[in-house]
């Protein structure tokens, strides 16, 4: 029932603007995809905000748990922010405030969250809710905040330590327990409360325990996330022997491989967009390292960038021949084994 108001909430923030704009969108998705030629008329209904490289975590597989990035790091400006949400609310249906980095970190995180809210976008984040005391609990639900998926990916704390090394379940479970207590008391609909469980080789005996701490805790929704390991070939500890959660297979001679076909087609570059703190924006949450500037929000408009021979290059690249485009390599866009439980 809780998925349903979700699905429901989000409908509530398309208009008849919005709604055309998403029908040029898919228009021109499919024509694109007969003619392998690229066609965009439309505007993105969806794009991903990233509020701060920073994080208080060391994910082994996470750049920025790793430090491991050669772009710039660094917050995001609200202004700058400001903005640009005001150039795109009427074609903006979905607005995530994460790619890299623990979105709580920023101070001025929740304020933002609010100042989109208020522009009737659908506004999501991800965290690992080891800020969610109860003053940021209840700031985060009078923020309006549509969505937040809080990572939790272990169910005692030596099995969550393996993956997010620093962290500690304990102020997980505490942050969600805010969240859900702060949400009855201000009798708030939203956030939808998401439990994502990435599902790893150390931890996939801890499946069936997940659903029922969730449970326990009061979320709305678990969600288990097949895991993104870079070094795939070789295998890795990571990957786990239950193919349902793995984005990988073995080959006869031992090596893995990525099941994803990676068909010369993909959905996002139609409909969604990534940008950095610092504006530039890139085609997707696959290029951490921004190694695809296809434009830069300071300088030019959304409409510029979105319609720029850059990026029609890029998808022309894509209809053309995806797997020698090198952030698709390790994609899941179109490789459906996310499992998710009401």
């Not at 522009?119 to 985060?140: G, P, W």
């Not at 102020?171 to 790893?200: A, D, Y």
Request: charged fraction near 25%.
């Amino acid at each position: 029932m809780s998925q349903v108001r979700d699905y429901i909430n989000l409908l509530s923030k398309v208009d008849y603007p919005k709604l055309q704009n998403a029908w040029r969108v898919w228009r021109s998705y499919e024509k694109s995809r007969r003619t392998t030629e690229p066609v965009q008329p439309g505007l993105p209904l969806s794009i991903a905000f990233e509020p701060t490289t920073s994080c208080n975590l060391r994910c082994p597989e996470c750049p920025s748990g790793l430090r491991s990035f050669t772009r710039p790091t660094g917050m995001l400006d609200r202004g700058f922010f400001e903005q640009s949400i005001e150039q795109m609310k009427d074609h903006l249906i979905y607005l995530a405030f994460y790619f890299q980095g623990e979105p709580f970190l920023h101070p001025e995180f929740l304020d933002m969250v609010s100042f989109a809210s208020k522009k009737r976008i659908y506004t999501a984040t991800s965290t690992n809710a080891h800020y969610l005391d109860r003053e940021n609990a209840e700031a985060t639900v009078r923020s309006g905040i549509d969505r937040l998926i809080i990572s939790i990916d272990g169910t005692t704390q030596e099995t969550y330590q393996d993956y997010r090394i620093g962290g500690k379940l304990e102020k997980v479970l505490e942050g969600t327990r805010n969240m859900v207590k702060e949400k009855h008391r201000l009798r708030s609909r939203t956030p939808h409360l998401i439990f994502q469980f990435l599902v790893v080789g150390p931890n996939e005996h801890q499946i069936e325990e997940a659903r029922r701490l969730a449970r326990e805790v009061g979320v709305d929704e678990i969600q288990f996330k097949t895991a993104q390991i870079y070094d795939f070939e070789n295998g890795s500890d990571l990957i786990p022997t239950n193919q349902k959660f793995s984005r990988y297979r073995r080959k006869s001679d031992g090596k893995f491989e990525l099941k994803n076909p990676l068909l010369n087609e993909c959905w996002k570059m139609w409909q969604s967009c990534v940008v950095t703190w610092d504006g530039k924006v890139v085609p997707c949450c696959f290029d951490k390292d921004a190694a695809h500037v296809l434009g830069d929000l300071n300088q030019q408009s959304m409409k510029e960038i979105w319609t720029s021979d850059s990026y029609q290059n890029f998808r022309r690249a894509i209809l053309k021949s995806r797997s020698n485009i090198d952030i698709c390599q390790n994609c899941s866009e179109g490789l459906n084994i996310s499992l998710a439980d009401g």
